[in-house]
């Protein structure tokens, strides 16, 4: 951070319209997740949002975290934020580079694999996520409906993996009162408790061994998973956003009563994710729909 | 076998695309049905080592792991897949690929093959396929890969085919060579959310009156551009290409 | 796991040292008798796949393969193992040692580690343990180790001490730094064919009045014959190395 | 072979006492099993003999086998005989060095493995190998008879592994009555049928999906399975043996009737196997127990 001049950043701020203090979308949803990192954490991100949060961590709270691509990448030290996990900047210098098989079944297996970050299209209360299909699973030629999905997304990926093999999951996603329903129509990855333990619905009964805490963060507030009743809990809303925004953003009867305030993002944390982590707004660049809606008006 | 119900694609794994379609098993002959398609999509079987192994591991005064939660208690009290209590286990088929292409920075004259920077899966997806077709930058003396043979990804046997096409991993990136063409990904995306006109004029200028791979790398892409995506020594990819949204 | 009963050092694997020791699963109060021995020695069960993945695989116009055997039809008639028929698979549990121990050409200072030449199963065995202990020739900069990380075998976290001990791996081989001392192996294999006295004898002369390594380097080895063993380049071994037997 | 010149030859067997046409048993046990090597074979051989055959077959009747070794190596060009399996001159040139796990798990799994190359201490009238231990298993403290074994061998390496996976076994041993019993004391790997198949007792019984082809290469004969009964049995005696001598030296009831004559090491074999193989005569110097017990006489 030293490195960077303050006559450098005023031009950057200058030339893409920034202040020091304001922030978009994107770079709120990098910081909040960024803080969620435990510093000495070896962190399983994919690509986007969950890559930009977790080199910002890496310049801010964790400077000795790990960074560990599915790819086969352990501890890059990158330079040029990478835009896929078979991009080549994501090797920059790392540790280790070896194949998926050994990342998943070796690195994670292993014990290295504390932190998940991910995405996905729909969240539901108990913390699963569908980053698979809306509408129907089945393509039209062979479903019952007659009929195919209506969006098909990427799919798992190593999203899965990631979800079963970590202590700690953090999620971002555009908060949508439609994609944050009571149960997600298809589970992709079970990203929190998966379902109540009373009724031998938790991701325990489904077999996985570690995990549990899940952390949401939305663009309007973060949540958290009850180690109690596994189900996802109002812990903060974002500066300019009500609890009620939350409530009427959210497909199920959400806790708000241990809400408190968001710090919001400071300067110096702003300067590292724009100066250090994406200085071309590859991702801190777009707009949320919320955002593109609110232009528009 | 893993001791995690990890590699589901989903915890209950309820599609199956090719059982629905019938094609997995045997025929009454005794010959499978489709000798590429295994007969089951997986299988979980009781773990025969009561969750052994699973790290964090109950070694005296703990383990070196970083992961610290570990819930194979809990998971010993659930019946699910199995209907028997304890840690289950799941089994996975092997791949049996008829065919497998990879790309590959130099392949030797012999058919040995190293791949520099991330290979992801492809070494294993190579090693499994009946026929393995491999791509590279450049063929090479099978001496020159030879000499240093703990860095090479598969022996020369297992190629089947070797297909020498410089730039043929355009607009992709191939580590120590030439960056992925930032560009080009861009204006795709954008030419997808246009009018099927325009996306039928540009596959009829890009690929069908395009002669071959040279024509189009020399007419549409052209050398000045491919001389832009050159790999910067020390960082396998163009440390300075300009990646505007 | 493994399509066949390949694993098992005895086709019916009836010696099992620690289980007649009463060292394998759980006290009564759930814990390990012993965390580093597994609960059973391996586990067979039926195959849920019937075979599929065995190679030479029945492809349709056959497989690549350059086995030409394969009485999986046989195998299928046996209920031996399980007393079902079919085809049996081979469970074994994993390593779970409390330290590793390896020698290794080079590791960084932030403990990431690249071997040269033959490592045979020392990357598993490393990462598998509880504690690793690298031995090297030469600590260097992490930056020379990460300028090419696909070229190396263990990450950083995973070592937990760094000895550098240079010809520390003598008499045997270090590929690329020097070669086994021959004359010693065939005088050592000679020795314990002699008197009580001379073994003694030996042992005194080698390790009881020697300080430390260097000590014994220098003194009983002496700096001659070890640059007599310097690898010759292009070889990783010393080329010309005279082994009379 | 053209390379080496009559004079460089001549010089070596003055110096070494041999000539051009009589060998020694170290010698004729490696011609004879080199020639059992079909070209283009896979070949996983250990060290010692095995390797020592393996490379004479690639110098002459196998110039596109393969040879692979179980530290990881595959397809080396050796320039200078290796003394064990992590000897780097095993992997000089060679396409590929991984590790021990790859080349069972996958080199050999996959289908390259059609040769297997190996020793033993005793071998039974199935084909059966003992390379473990001789006079019960358990150590003293904790065995039945209060002693422990007689000797205990270096045991299996990767021998068992080679000789479930490879079409084609091909062993080297001395030929005594004693190492020849009907039934090993240990099985440590099964070579040949391993047991009558009408009893349920063959290699396929116990689930070896491959193999069942033997040649025993003793220092007084060749044996070879039926393919019906599973036995090994007498294919030809080498130059000097009589039958007799195989049939006393064999602790089972040997069937001889198809045996045959044996060619003898040709001058150009004996010289490959001098010059290119084994010039410092590491192994080829070596005198088998017969040899020795001959030569004091």
Known sequence: MEQISDE???????????????????????????????????????????????????????????????????????????????????????????????????????????????????CDMYGNLNSTIIGGYWPGGVSDTGHGPQVRFAGSGGANNIASFADKILVTMVQE????????????????????????????????????????????????????????????????VSVADVVNNTGWKLDTSRSKEFTPPTEEELKAVRMLVDPSRIYLGRKSKREAAAQQK | FAPLMAERGRDVPVQDVFGKAGLRGRNDDGSWIDPRIPPKKLAFIDDPFDGWGLRPHAFEGGDTTANKTN??????????????????????????????????????????????????????????????????????????????????????????????????????????????????????GRLNRKSKEEVRDWWTKHVVETEDDWDYLQRIVGMKRLFELRATPGYGYRADLKRPM
Request: glycine share 10%; net charge negative; with cysteine.
């Open chain 2, 71 to 188: 819930a194979v208690d809990r998971v010993r009290e659930s019946d699910k897949y199995t209907g028997q209590k304890g840690v289950k286990v799941i089994l996975v088929p092997p791949l049996l690929p008829e065919v497998t292409v990879i790309r590959a920075q130099r392949v030797a004259q012999d058919g040995t093959v190293r791949m520099e920077g991330i290979n992801g899966p492809d070494a294993e997806q190579a090693m499994c396929a009946k026929v393995l077709i491999v791509e590279c930058e450049q063929i090479v003396p099978s001496d020159e890969l030879r000499a240093a043979p703990e860095l090479n990804h598969l022996p020369s046997h297992q190629t089947t085919v070797i297909v020498e096409q410089p730039y043929g991993g355009y607009p992709s990136a191939v580590p120590n060579y030439y960056d992925y063409d930032w560009d080009w990904w861009v204006s795709y």
């Open chain 1, 177 to 240: 009162a439609r994609r944050f329903p009571e149960r997600v129509e298809y589970l992709t990855s079970v990203a929190g408790a998966r379902g109540p333990r009373e009724k031998g619905e938790s991701r325990w009964d489904y077999g996985l061994v570690r995990g549990g805490e899940m952390v949401m963060i939305s663009d309007l507030c973060i949540m958290r998973s009850n180690h109690e009743t596994g189900l996802l809990e109002l812990d903060c809303v974002f500066p300019g």
């Open chain 1, 8 to 122: 450098a950043y005023d031009a950057y701020l200058k030339e893409r319209g920034l202040t020091r203090t304001q922030y978009t979308s994107m770079e709120l949803l990098a910081v909040a997740a960024a803080r969620e990192v435990p510093d000495g954490a070896f962190v399983f991100a994919g690509t986007g949002l969950p890559l930009l949060a977790s080199m910002l961590a890496q310049f801010t709270v964790a400077p000795h975290m790990t960074l560990i691509m599915e790819a086969g990448i352990v501890g890059p030290r990158v330079e040029h934020l990478p835009i896929s996990v078979s991009d080549p900047r994501g090797c920059l210098h790392s540790s280790m580079v070896s194949n998926m098989a050994d990342t998943f079944g070796t690195t994670a297996m292993r014990g290295y694999c504390t932190v998940g970050m991910l995405g996905g299209a729909e």
